[in-house]
């Protein structure tokens, strides 16, 4: 059994524009809300938390959903079609009302503070209060712009919930169990990319104080570019086909035929048809999922004002060392877990992830150039995490029941991500910002400890002719 790589390539352009609009919607809205709006760190977390809130129930929901969609363009393309297309048409509305509040505070009296620049610890605390109530004020001279603000992230978000489950559903659909990690390293892969390609765009259009409207508009016409692209190569019911008749012709048979059963009594699934050990399993995994989600988003989603104000340093670059480190490693990662195995590679990766956290809690302004070190090593372990923990998760159901696992798994790292933004910042506002890394390699540590004990969801091996057989493109 190969893996088609063409296949899963083309397939993996719906991850790529959802990575695109999630790099750059993490990195920059949390500046726009503190450094224009005047929030404070913990608010600032409740406002990045509203996509995990909706997130939490609409995911599920949509996955679900789509599980049991019949149209002819197949279960989960209709809903990447529409939801990129309003996502895009929203986003640049979040930049203008951004605009219209650097207006206003171009336009008072507080410019100097604006512009002021802190290199100490012990001004920084002071004199960022001093600012933030500056422009706090402003804000409230004017609420009307907050509130727009608000309302069209929710709408924005409200769209990206609609198809992120059954863009990811996807691949498992179009893919045989035993390739599911490999092909999700690809799928990483074009989700690294689609991050790279964000990271080089607010390198060069994103700057403090500046208006973001061309890098959101930008970034909006190339979630469109990639759709057309999905939409010119991917045919999900001819690949469903394929990957049925691949299943049966590698003895998958009897799993077909199973998932065909069940689909016909309308046989109950989800959680409650797996076994007691491997509930207990899925349990597991799905509290490790959200360990590392809390240790993850909190250093990614607040690592550009760290950087700024304790490192004393620019924060795209760094991200983008750990993004391209992740490109590196994605395919000998899939390579290694179908070795030994996806457990023992993600216990690998929290390993790997929680040492560079535990250095990175050591930086100061003089030893900032780690920091591109530090970085590569959490992009190394969070991709092997990645590309397998999925896998795990999806592998533990039946194939028609994909996409509400992929709901399950979404409802645990989107919990985290309800959580951690405002639990560290809360921590950031009353201790200080060093707080961060310690509390990242505290979770990720935490995850190792439940990760050990799930014994189900891995792999089953292949026997291959070519170590690197099953990333040959079979012909069509």
């Known amino acids: 059994m190969k893996l088609n790589t063409k296949r899963t390539f083309f397939v993996g352009f719906a991850f790529l524009l959802i990575s ?15 450094n224009t709006f005047g929030l404070n760190q913990a608010w600032s977390g409740v406002v990045m938390a509203l996509d995990n809130v909706l997130a ?6 949509f996955g679900s959903l789509s599980d049991k969609v019949k149209n002819k363009r197949g279960r989960r393309t209709p809903f990447i079609i529409w939801g990129t297309i309003a996502a895009a048409v929203l986003l640049t509305s979040i930049a203008i009302f951004d ?52 309302c069209v992230l929710f709408f924005v978000l409200l769209a990206m919930a609609t198809f992120r489950s059954p863009a990811v559903a996807l691949m498992p659909d179009v893919t045989p169990k035993p390739l599911r990690s490999k092909a999700n390293a690809i799928i990483n892969l074009m989700g690294t990319a689609g991050g790279i390609i964000a990271l080089g765009m607010m390198a060069i259009l994103s700057k403090d104080f500046r208006s973001y409207i061309p890098l959101f508009i930008i970034t909006a016409v190339l979630m469109l570019v990639f759709l057309a ?28 035929e199973e998932d065909k059963k069940a689909d016909k009594e309308n046989a109950k699934g989800g959680v409650s048809s797996l076994s007691p050990a491997v509930k207990k399993s899925f349990y597991l995994i799905l509290i490790s999922v959200f360990l590392w989600f809390m240790a993850y988003n909190a250093a990614t989603t607040k690592f550009s004002l760290y950087a700024q104000n304790v490192l004393g340093m620019g924060y795209s670059l760094p991200l983008l060392v750990a993004q391209a480190a992740a490109v590196v490693a994605f395919i000998p990662i899939g390579i290694i877990a179908s070795k030994i195995g996806r457990r023992k590679t993600i216990l690998s990766g929290i390993i790997i992830l929680t040492l560079a956290f535990c250095v990175g809690a050591l930086l100061t302004i003089d030893t900032s150039f780690l920091a591109y070190f530090v970085m590569a090593f959490a992009g190394i ?3 092997t995490i990645n590309v397998n923990s999925y ?28 959580v951690t933004p405002i639990f560290s910042g809360k921590l950031m506002d009353v201790y200080s910002m060093r707080v961060l890394f310690p509390y990242s390699a505290i979770f990720a540590a935490l ?3 439940t990760m050990f004990f799930v014994k189900h969801g891995d792999s089953k091996p292949i026997k291959v002719k070519d170590k690197l057989d099953n990333f040959n493109t079979p012909e069509d």
């Open 447 to 449: 995850a190792f400890i």
């Open 20 to 34: 695109l609009f999630w790099q750059v919607y993490d990195a920059v809205v949390p500046k726009m809300l503190v």
């Open 99 to 150: 605009t219209l509040q650097l207006n206003q505070l171009a336009a008072s009296n507080i410019e100097p503070i604006l512009r002021s620049n802190f290199t100490s610890d012990a001004a920084f605390d002071a004199a960022w209060i001093i600012r933030q109530n500056a422009v706090w004020q402003v804000t409230m001279n004017n609420i009307f712009l907050l509130i727009a603000f608000v």
């Open 391 to 418: 896998p795990m998760v999806v592998e533990m159901g039946r194939g028609s029941d994909v996409g509400k696992f992929t709901g399950y798994y979404y409802t645990a790292s989107m919990a985290a991500q309800i």
């Open 56 to 61: 939490l129930f609409l995911l599920p929901f």
């Open 381 to 383: 372990g969070w991709a």
């Open 229 to 256: 692209i999905f939409l010119w190569k991917v045919n999900e019911p001819k690949l469903v086909g394929l990957m049925k008749k691949e299943s049966e012709e590698a003895g998958y048979f009897e799993e077909i």
